[in-house]
């Protein structure tokens, strides 16, 4: 059974700091997706990012980016320029290729402070 | 294009009843997934449907129980309610293209059940 661990449940930064959120994944698949969605209060969850685990490449949405370490099974987010829309829980999650089984971690409160 | 919409959003029962979810997918997409979230538990797999079969269920007694239309709309019904059922249900739906494997969830806004 895959699990999913974000060892900060919350964190606060200024506007236009940049901040990263962690995410470790335990796992025996090889081949695999990783998600960071966020929720802000209205409670619509929203993709952020997603990176395939095949590819090396970490992926890069605008302000988003990632850093995959596949060996160490690490998967942070940084949110460069950080801006006060970007207040919500943040959760990391993984899907088996193939499947449309999302695993969750705990989820990170993000507060970006004006 | 009309995002994946439920309803109702919010709903009060009390404790043996039971209740009914409906999640409107994206046109298009025929999968269907439901999500418990709880400030004790996070987000749990509830199931997924596609093509009206279920094809993955989580670990979660026989009480839950759902099921998908042709039209790939999904209801899911919790009977005989508990406490403890008292929680955000997000549904999501997604192309399912298990080919290629690539698979993104989009989620509805969510339906608040509170049981009393």
């Known amino acids: 059974a895959q699990t999913v661990t974000q060892s900060q449940p919350e964190m606060s930064v200024q506007e236009a700091e940049t901040v990263t959120l962690s995410c470790t994944y335990d796992?025996?698949?090889?081949?695999?997706?990783l998600f960071w969605y966020k929720q802000p209060p209205s409670r619509q969850m929203i993709l952020v990012i997603r990176?395939?685990?095949?590819?090396?490449q970490n992926a890069t949405e605008n302000r988003f980016s990632v850093n995959f370490q596949k060996a160490a099974k690490s998967f942070s987010l940084k949110i460069s320029d950080s801006q006060l829309g970007d207040t919500a829980m943040y959760f990391c999650?993984?899907?088996?290729?193939?499947?449309?089984?999302?695993?969750f971690g705990q989820g990170t409160r993000l507060t970006i402070n004006p | 294009k009309a995002g994946v919409t439920q309803t109702p959003r919010y709903l009060i029962k009390t404790r043996g009843q039971q209740v009914t979810l409906s999640c409107s997918p994206i046109?298009?997409?025929?999968?269907v997934s439901w999500y418990q979230q709880t400030p004790g538990q996070g987000l749990q797999f509830l199931f997924e449907y596609f093509s009206e079969t279920q094809r993955n269920k989580g670990n979660f007694p026989g009480r839950f129980s759902g099921r998908q239309f042709s039209n790939s709309r999904s209801e899911m019904n919790v009977s005989t309610l508990e406490l403890g059922d008292s929680a955000l249900y997000l549904c999501?739906?997604?192309?399912?293209?298990?080919?290629?494997?690539?698979?993104?969830?989009?989620f509805g806004a969510g339906s608040r059940l509170t049981v009393l």
């Open positions: 796992t025996s698949e090889n081949n695999y997706y």
């Open positions: 990176q395939e685990a095949y590819k090396q």
């Open positions: 999501a739906s997604s192309l399912s293209d298990s080919i290629s494997g690539a698979n993104v969830l989009t």
């Open positions: 999650a993984f899907m088996k290729w193939g499947a449309q089984k999302l695993v």
């Open positions: 046109s298009g997409h025929r999968s």
